[in-house]
């Protein structure tokens, strides 16, 4: 008889088990529906704060973000009473609402669970993405990336992925642009920049495709870029050139060369450049590369890639050329000696080595934005969120990164560091030689 008891009990005790774990489970899930869904017809709270609890700025206001919010007595008082942390009363536009104790507790369970299914991001790992090209560039970005990420961050090791598939990375460091082909103008048209959400992962430290003769100063959707743009980048070379110009001259005469007939930038770029000209008192004439330079000493701003190199320096007279070393730095090195000598290239980024090469300052970049990433997880703190993420960004002033300088985010800003460095060119030894650092 006893034995028919406990077994009766024990078949009770499992049928009512799962209940009551069910019960404890979906706490969350009911704090789920109030988020997104609202309570007793009131407003829902996703409408302001976001899908994942980001927060969103829109018309002037701001709804901070609420992901990981754990404060129960501030929560309440902003829902029933209207007040911030800083005790004023929230915007108008902030609901009131009617909540019971149950409900409150529920939804503060989801918004401890709201940003924890994150891809990419474990209590011991975080997942980094880079997008690489197959080449000594690719593995001199990688190499830099790993000696930032040889830390953990709260106890978080670092993983680089190279090259993820959509949802693998928590983040994108460092990912080379190749903003010369159509499908990123297509993603630009899709997804314009500043647009950042907090589902998707934010890309530090985009670095331009090498070899590529493109002055465009798109950015990746969600970019937070370190290196001075493009378009800046050719602005520089008439700074440069003006720096070496004769002090005796009144104006000095320029041609500008370009070879750059589908890049869409290009119009606005030109007039920009005629612009800064004047302002420098530079006489600037604009031909296309193939045209002959006739004036002895005339210097040239040379806009295009490396195909057109050795011709147009043999058609341009015998004075000094300036170029971009992104877009045709390798290409220089296998010039004739006479000719290498004429060119000084401009690299919109310092580097820490003694000896220059192209590929160890696309290193010193990818490690600059590694730092980058790491300052702004350790001010995110343990408790971290795509969204606190982002904000830190957003926040981050002045780090110092040795070689780099220091380097300051803003977002829709165009840089983030004003360094840079003009190369001479020695094609004898196979090596650049730094004139000026800034």
Request: include cysteine.
């Amino acid at each position: 008889m006893m034995a028919s008891f406990k077994a009766i009990f024990c078949g009770l005790l499992c049928l009512l088990l799962p209940d009551y774990a069910a019960a404890q489970d979906s706490a969350w899930q009911r704090g789920q529906a109030i988020y997104h869904q609202g309570s007793k017809g009131q407003a829902a709270c996703v409408r302001c704060h976001g899908s994942r609890g980001e927060g969103r700025e829109e018309g002037g206001l701001s709804a901070p973000a609420l992901a990981g919010q754990a404060d129960r007595l501030l929560l309440q008082r902003a829902l029933l009473d209207g007040l911030g942390s800083n005790g004023l009363s929230l915007h108008p536009l902030m609901p009131r609402y009617q909540i019971d104790t149950a409900s409150l507790d529920d939804l503060i369970a989801y918004l401890h669970v709201i940003a924890k299914d994150t891809p990419g991001l474990t209590d011991t790992l975080l997942r980094v993405g880079v997008r690489l090209p197959a080449n000594v560039y690719g593995a001199a970005i990688q190499a830099g990336l790993s000696q930032a990420f040889d830390q953990q961050v709260y106890g978080r090791r670092l993983e680089l992925l190279i090259n993820p598939t959509a949802g693998q990375a928590f983040v994108e460091v460092a990912s080379v642009q190749d903003t010369s082909r159509p499908e990123f103008q297509t993603q630009l048209q899709a997804t314009p920049y500043p647009v950042v959400e907090a589902d998707r992962p934010a890309l530090i430290g985009p670095l331009p495709m090498p070899g590529i003769a493109n002055f465009s100063d798109s950015l990746a959707p969600g970019s937070f870029p370190i290196l001075s743009s493009m378009r800046e980048h050719a602005s520089a070379l008439l700074a440069q050139a003006a720096l070496d110009a004769p002090k005796d001259k009144a104006a000095q005469q320029l041609t500008l060369i370009y070879d750059m007939g589908n890049d869409p930038a290009l119009p606005a770029l030109l007039q920009e450049l005629r612009q800064q000209a004047r302002a420098n008192h530079q006489s600037l004439r604009e031909q296309i590369w193939s045209a002959k330079v006739r004036k002895p000493g005339e210097a040239v701003i040379y806009l295009g890639g490396p195909a057109g190199l050795s011709a147009m320096l043999a058609n341009s007279g015998d004075g000094l050329v300036y170029a971009s070393a992104i877009h045709i730095g390798p290409a220089s090195l296998q010039l004739p000696l006479a000719q290498a000598a004429r060119l000084r290239l401009l690299l919109p980024w310092r580097t820490s080595s003694t000896v220059f090469d192209l590929p160890g300052a696309y290193s010193d970049a990818a490690y600059a934005s590694g730092m980058v990433l790491i300052e702004a997880l350790k001010r995110s703190g343990r408790q971290l969120s795509r969204a606190e993420l982002l904000q830190q960004l957003k926040q981050l002033r002045d780090l110092m990164i040795p070689g780099l300088g220091k380097i300051s985010l803003r977002p829709g800003q165009a840089h983030a560091s004003l360094g840079g460095q003009l190369l001479t060119v020695d094609a004898a030894h196979g090596r650049f030689t730094t004139l000026r650092s800034w």
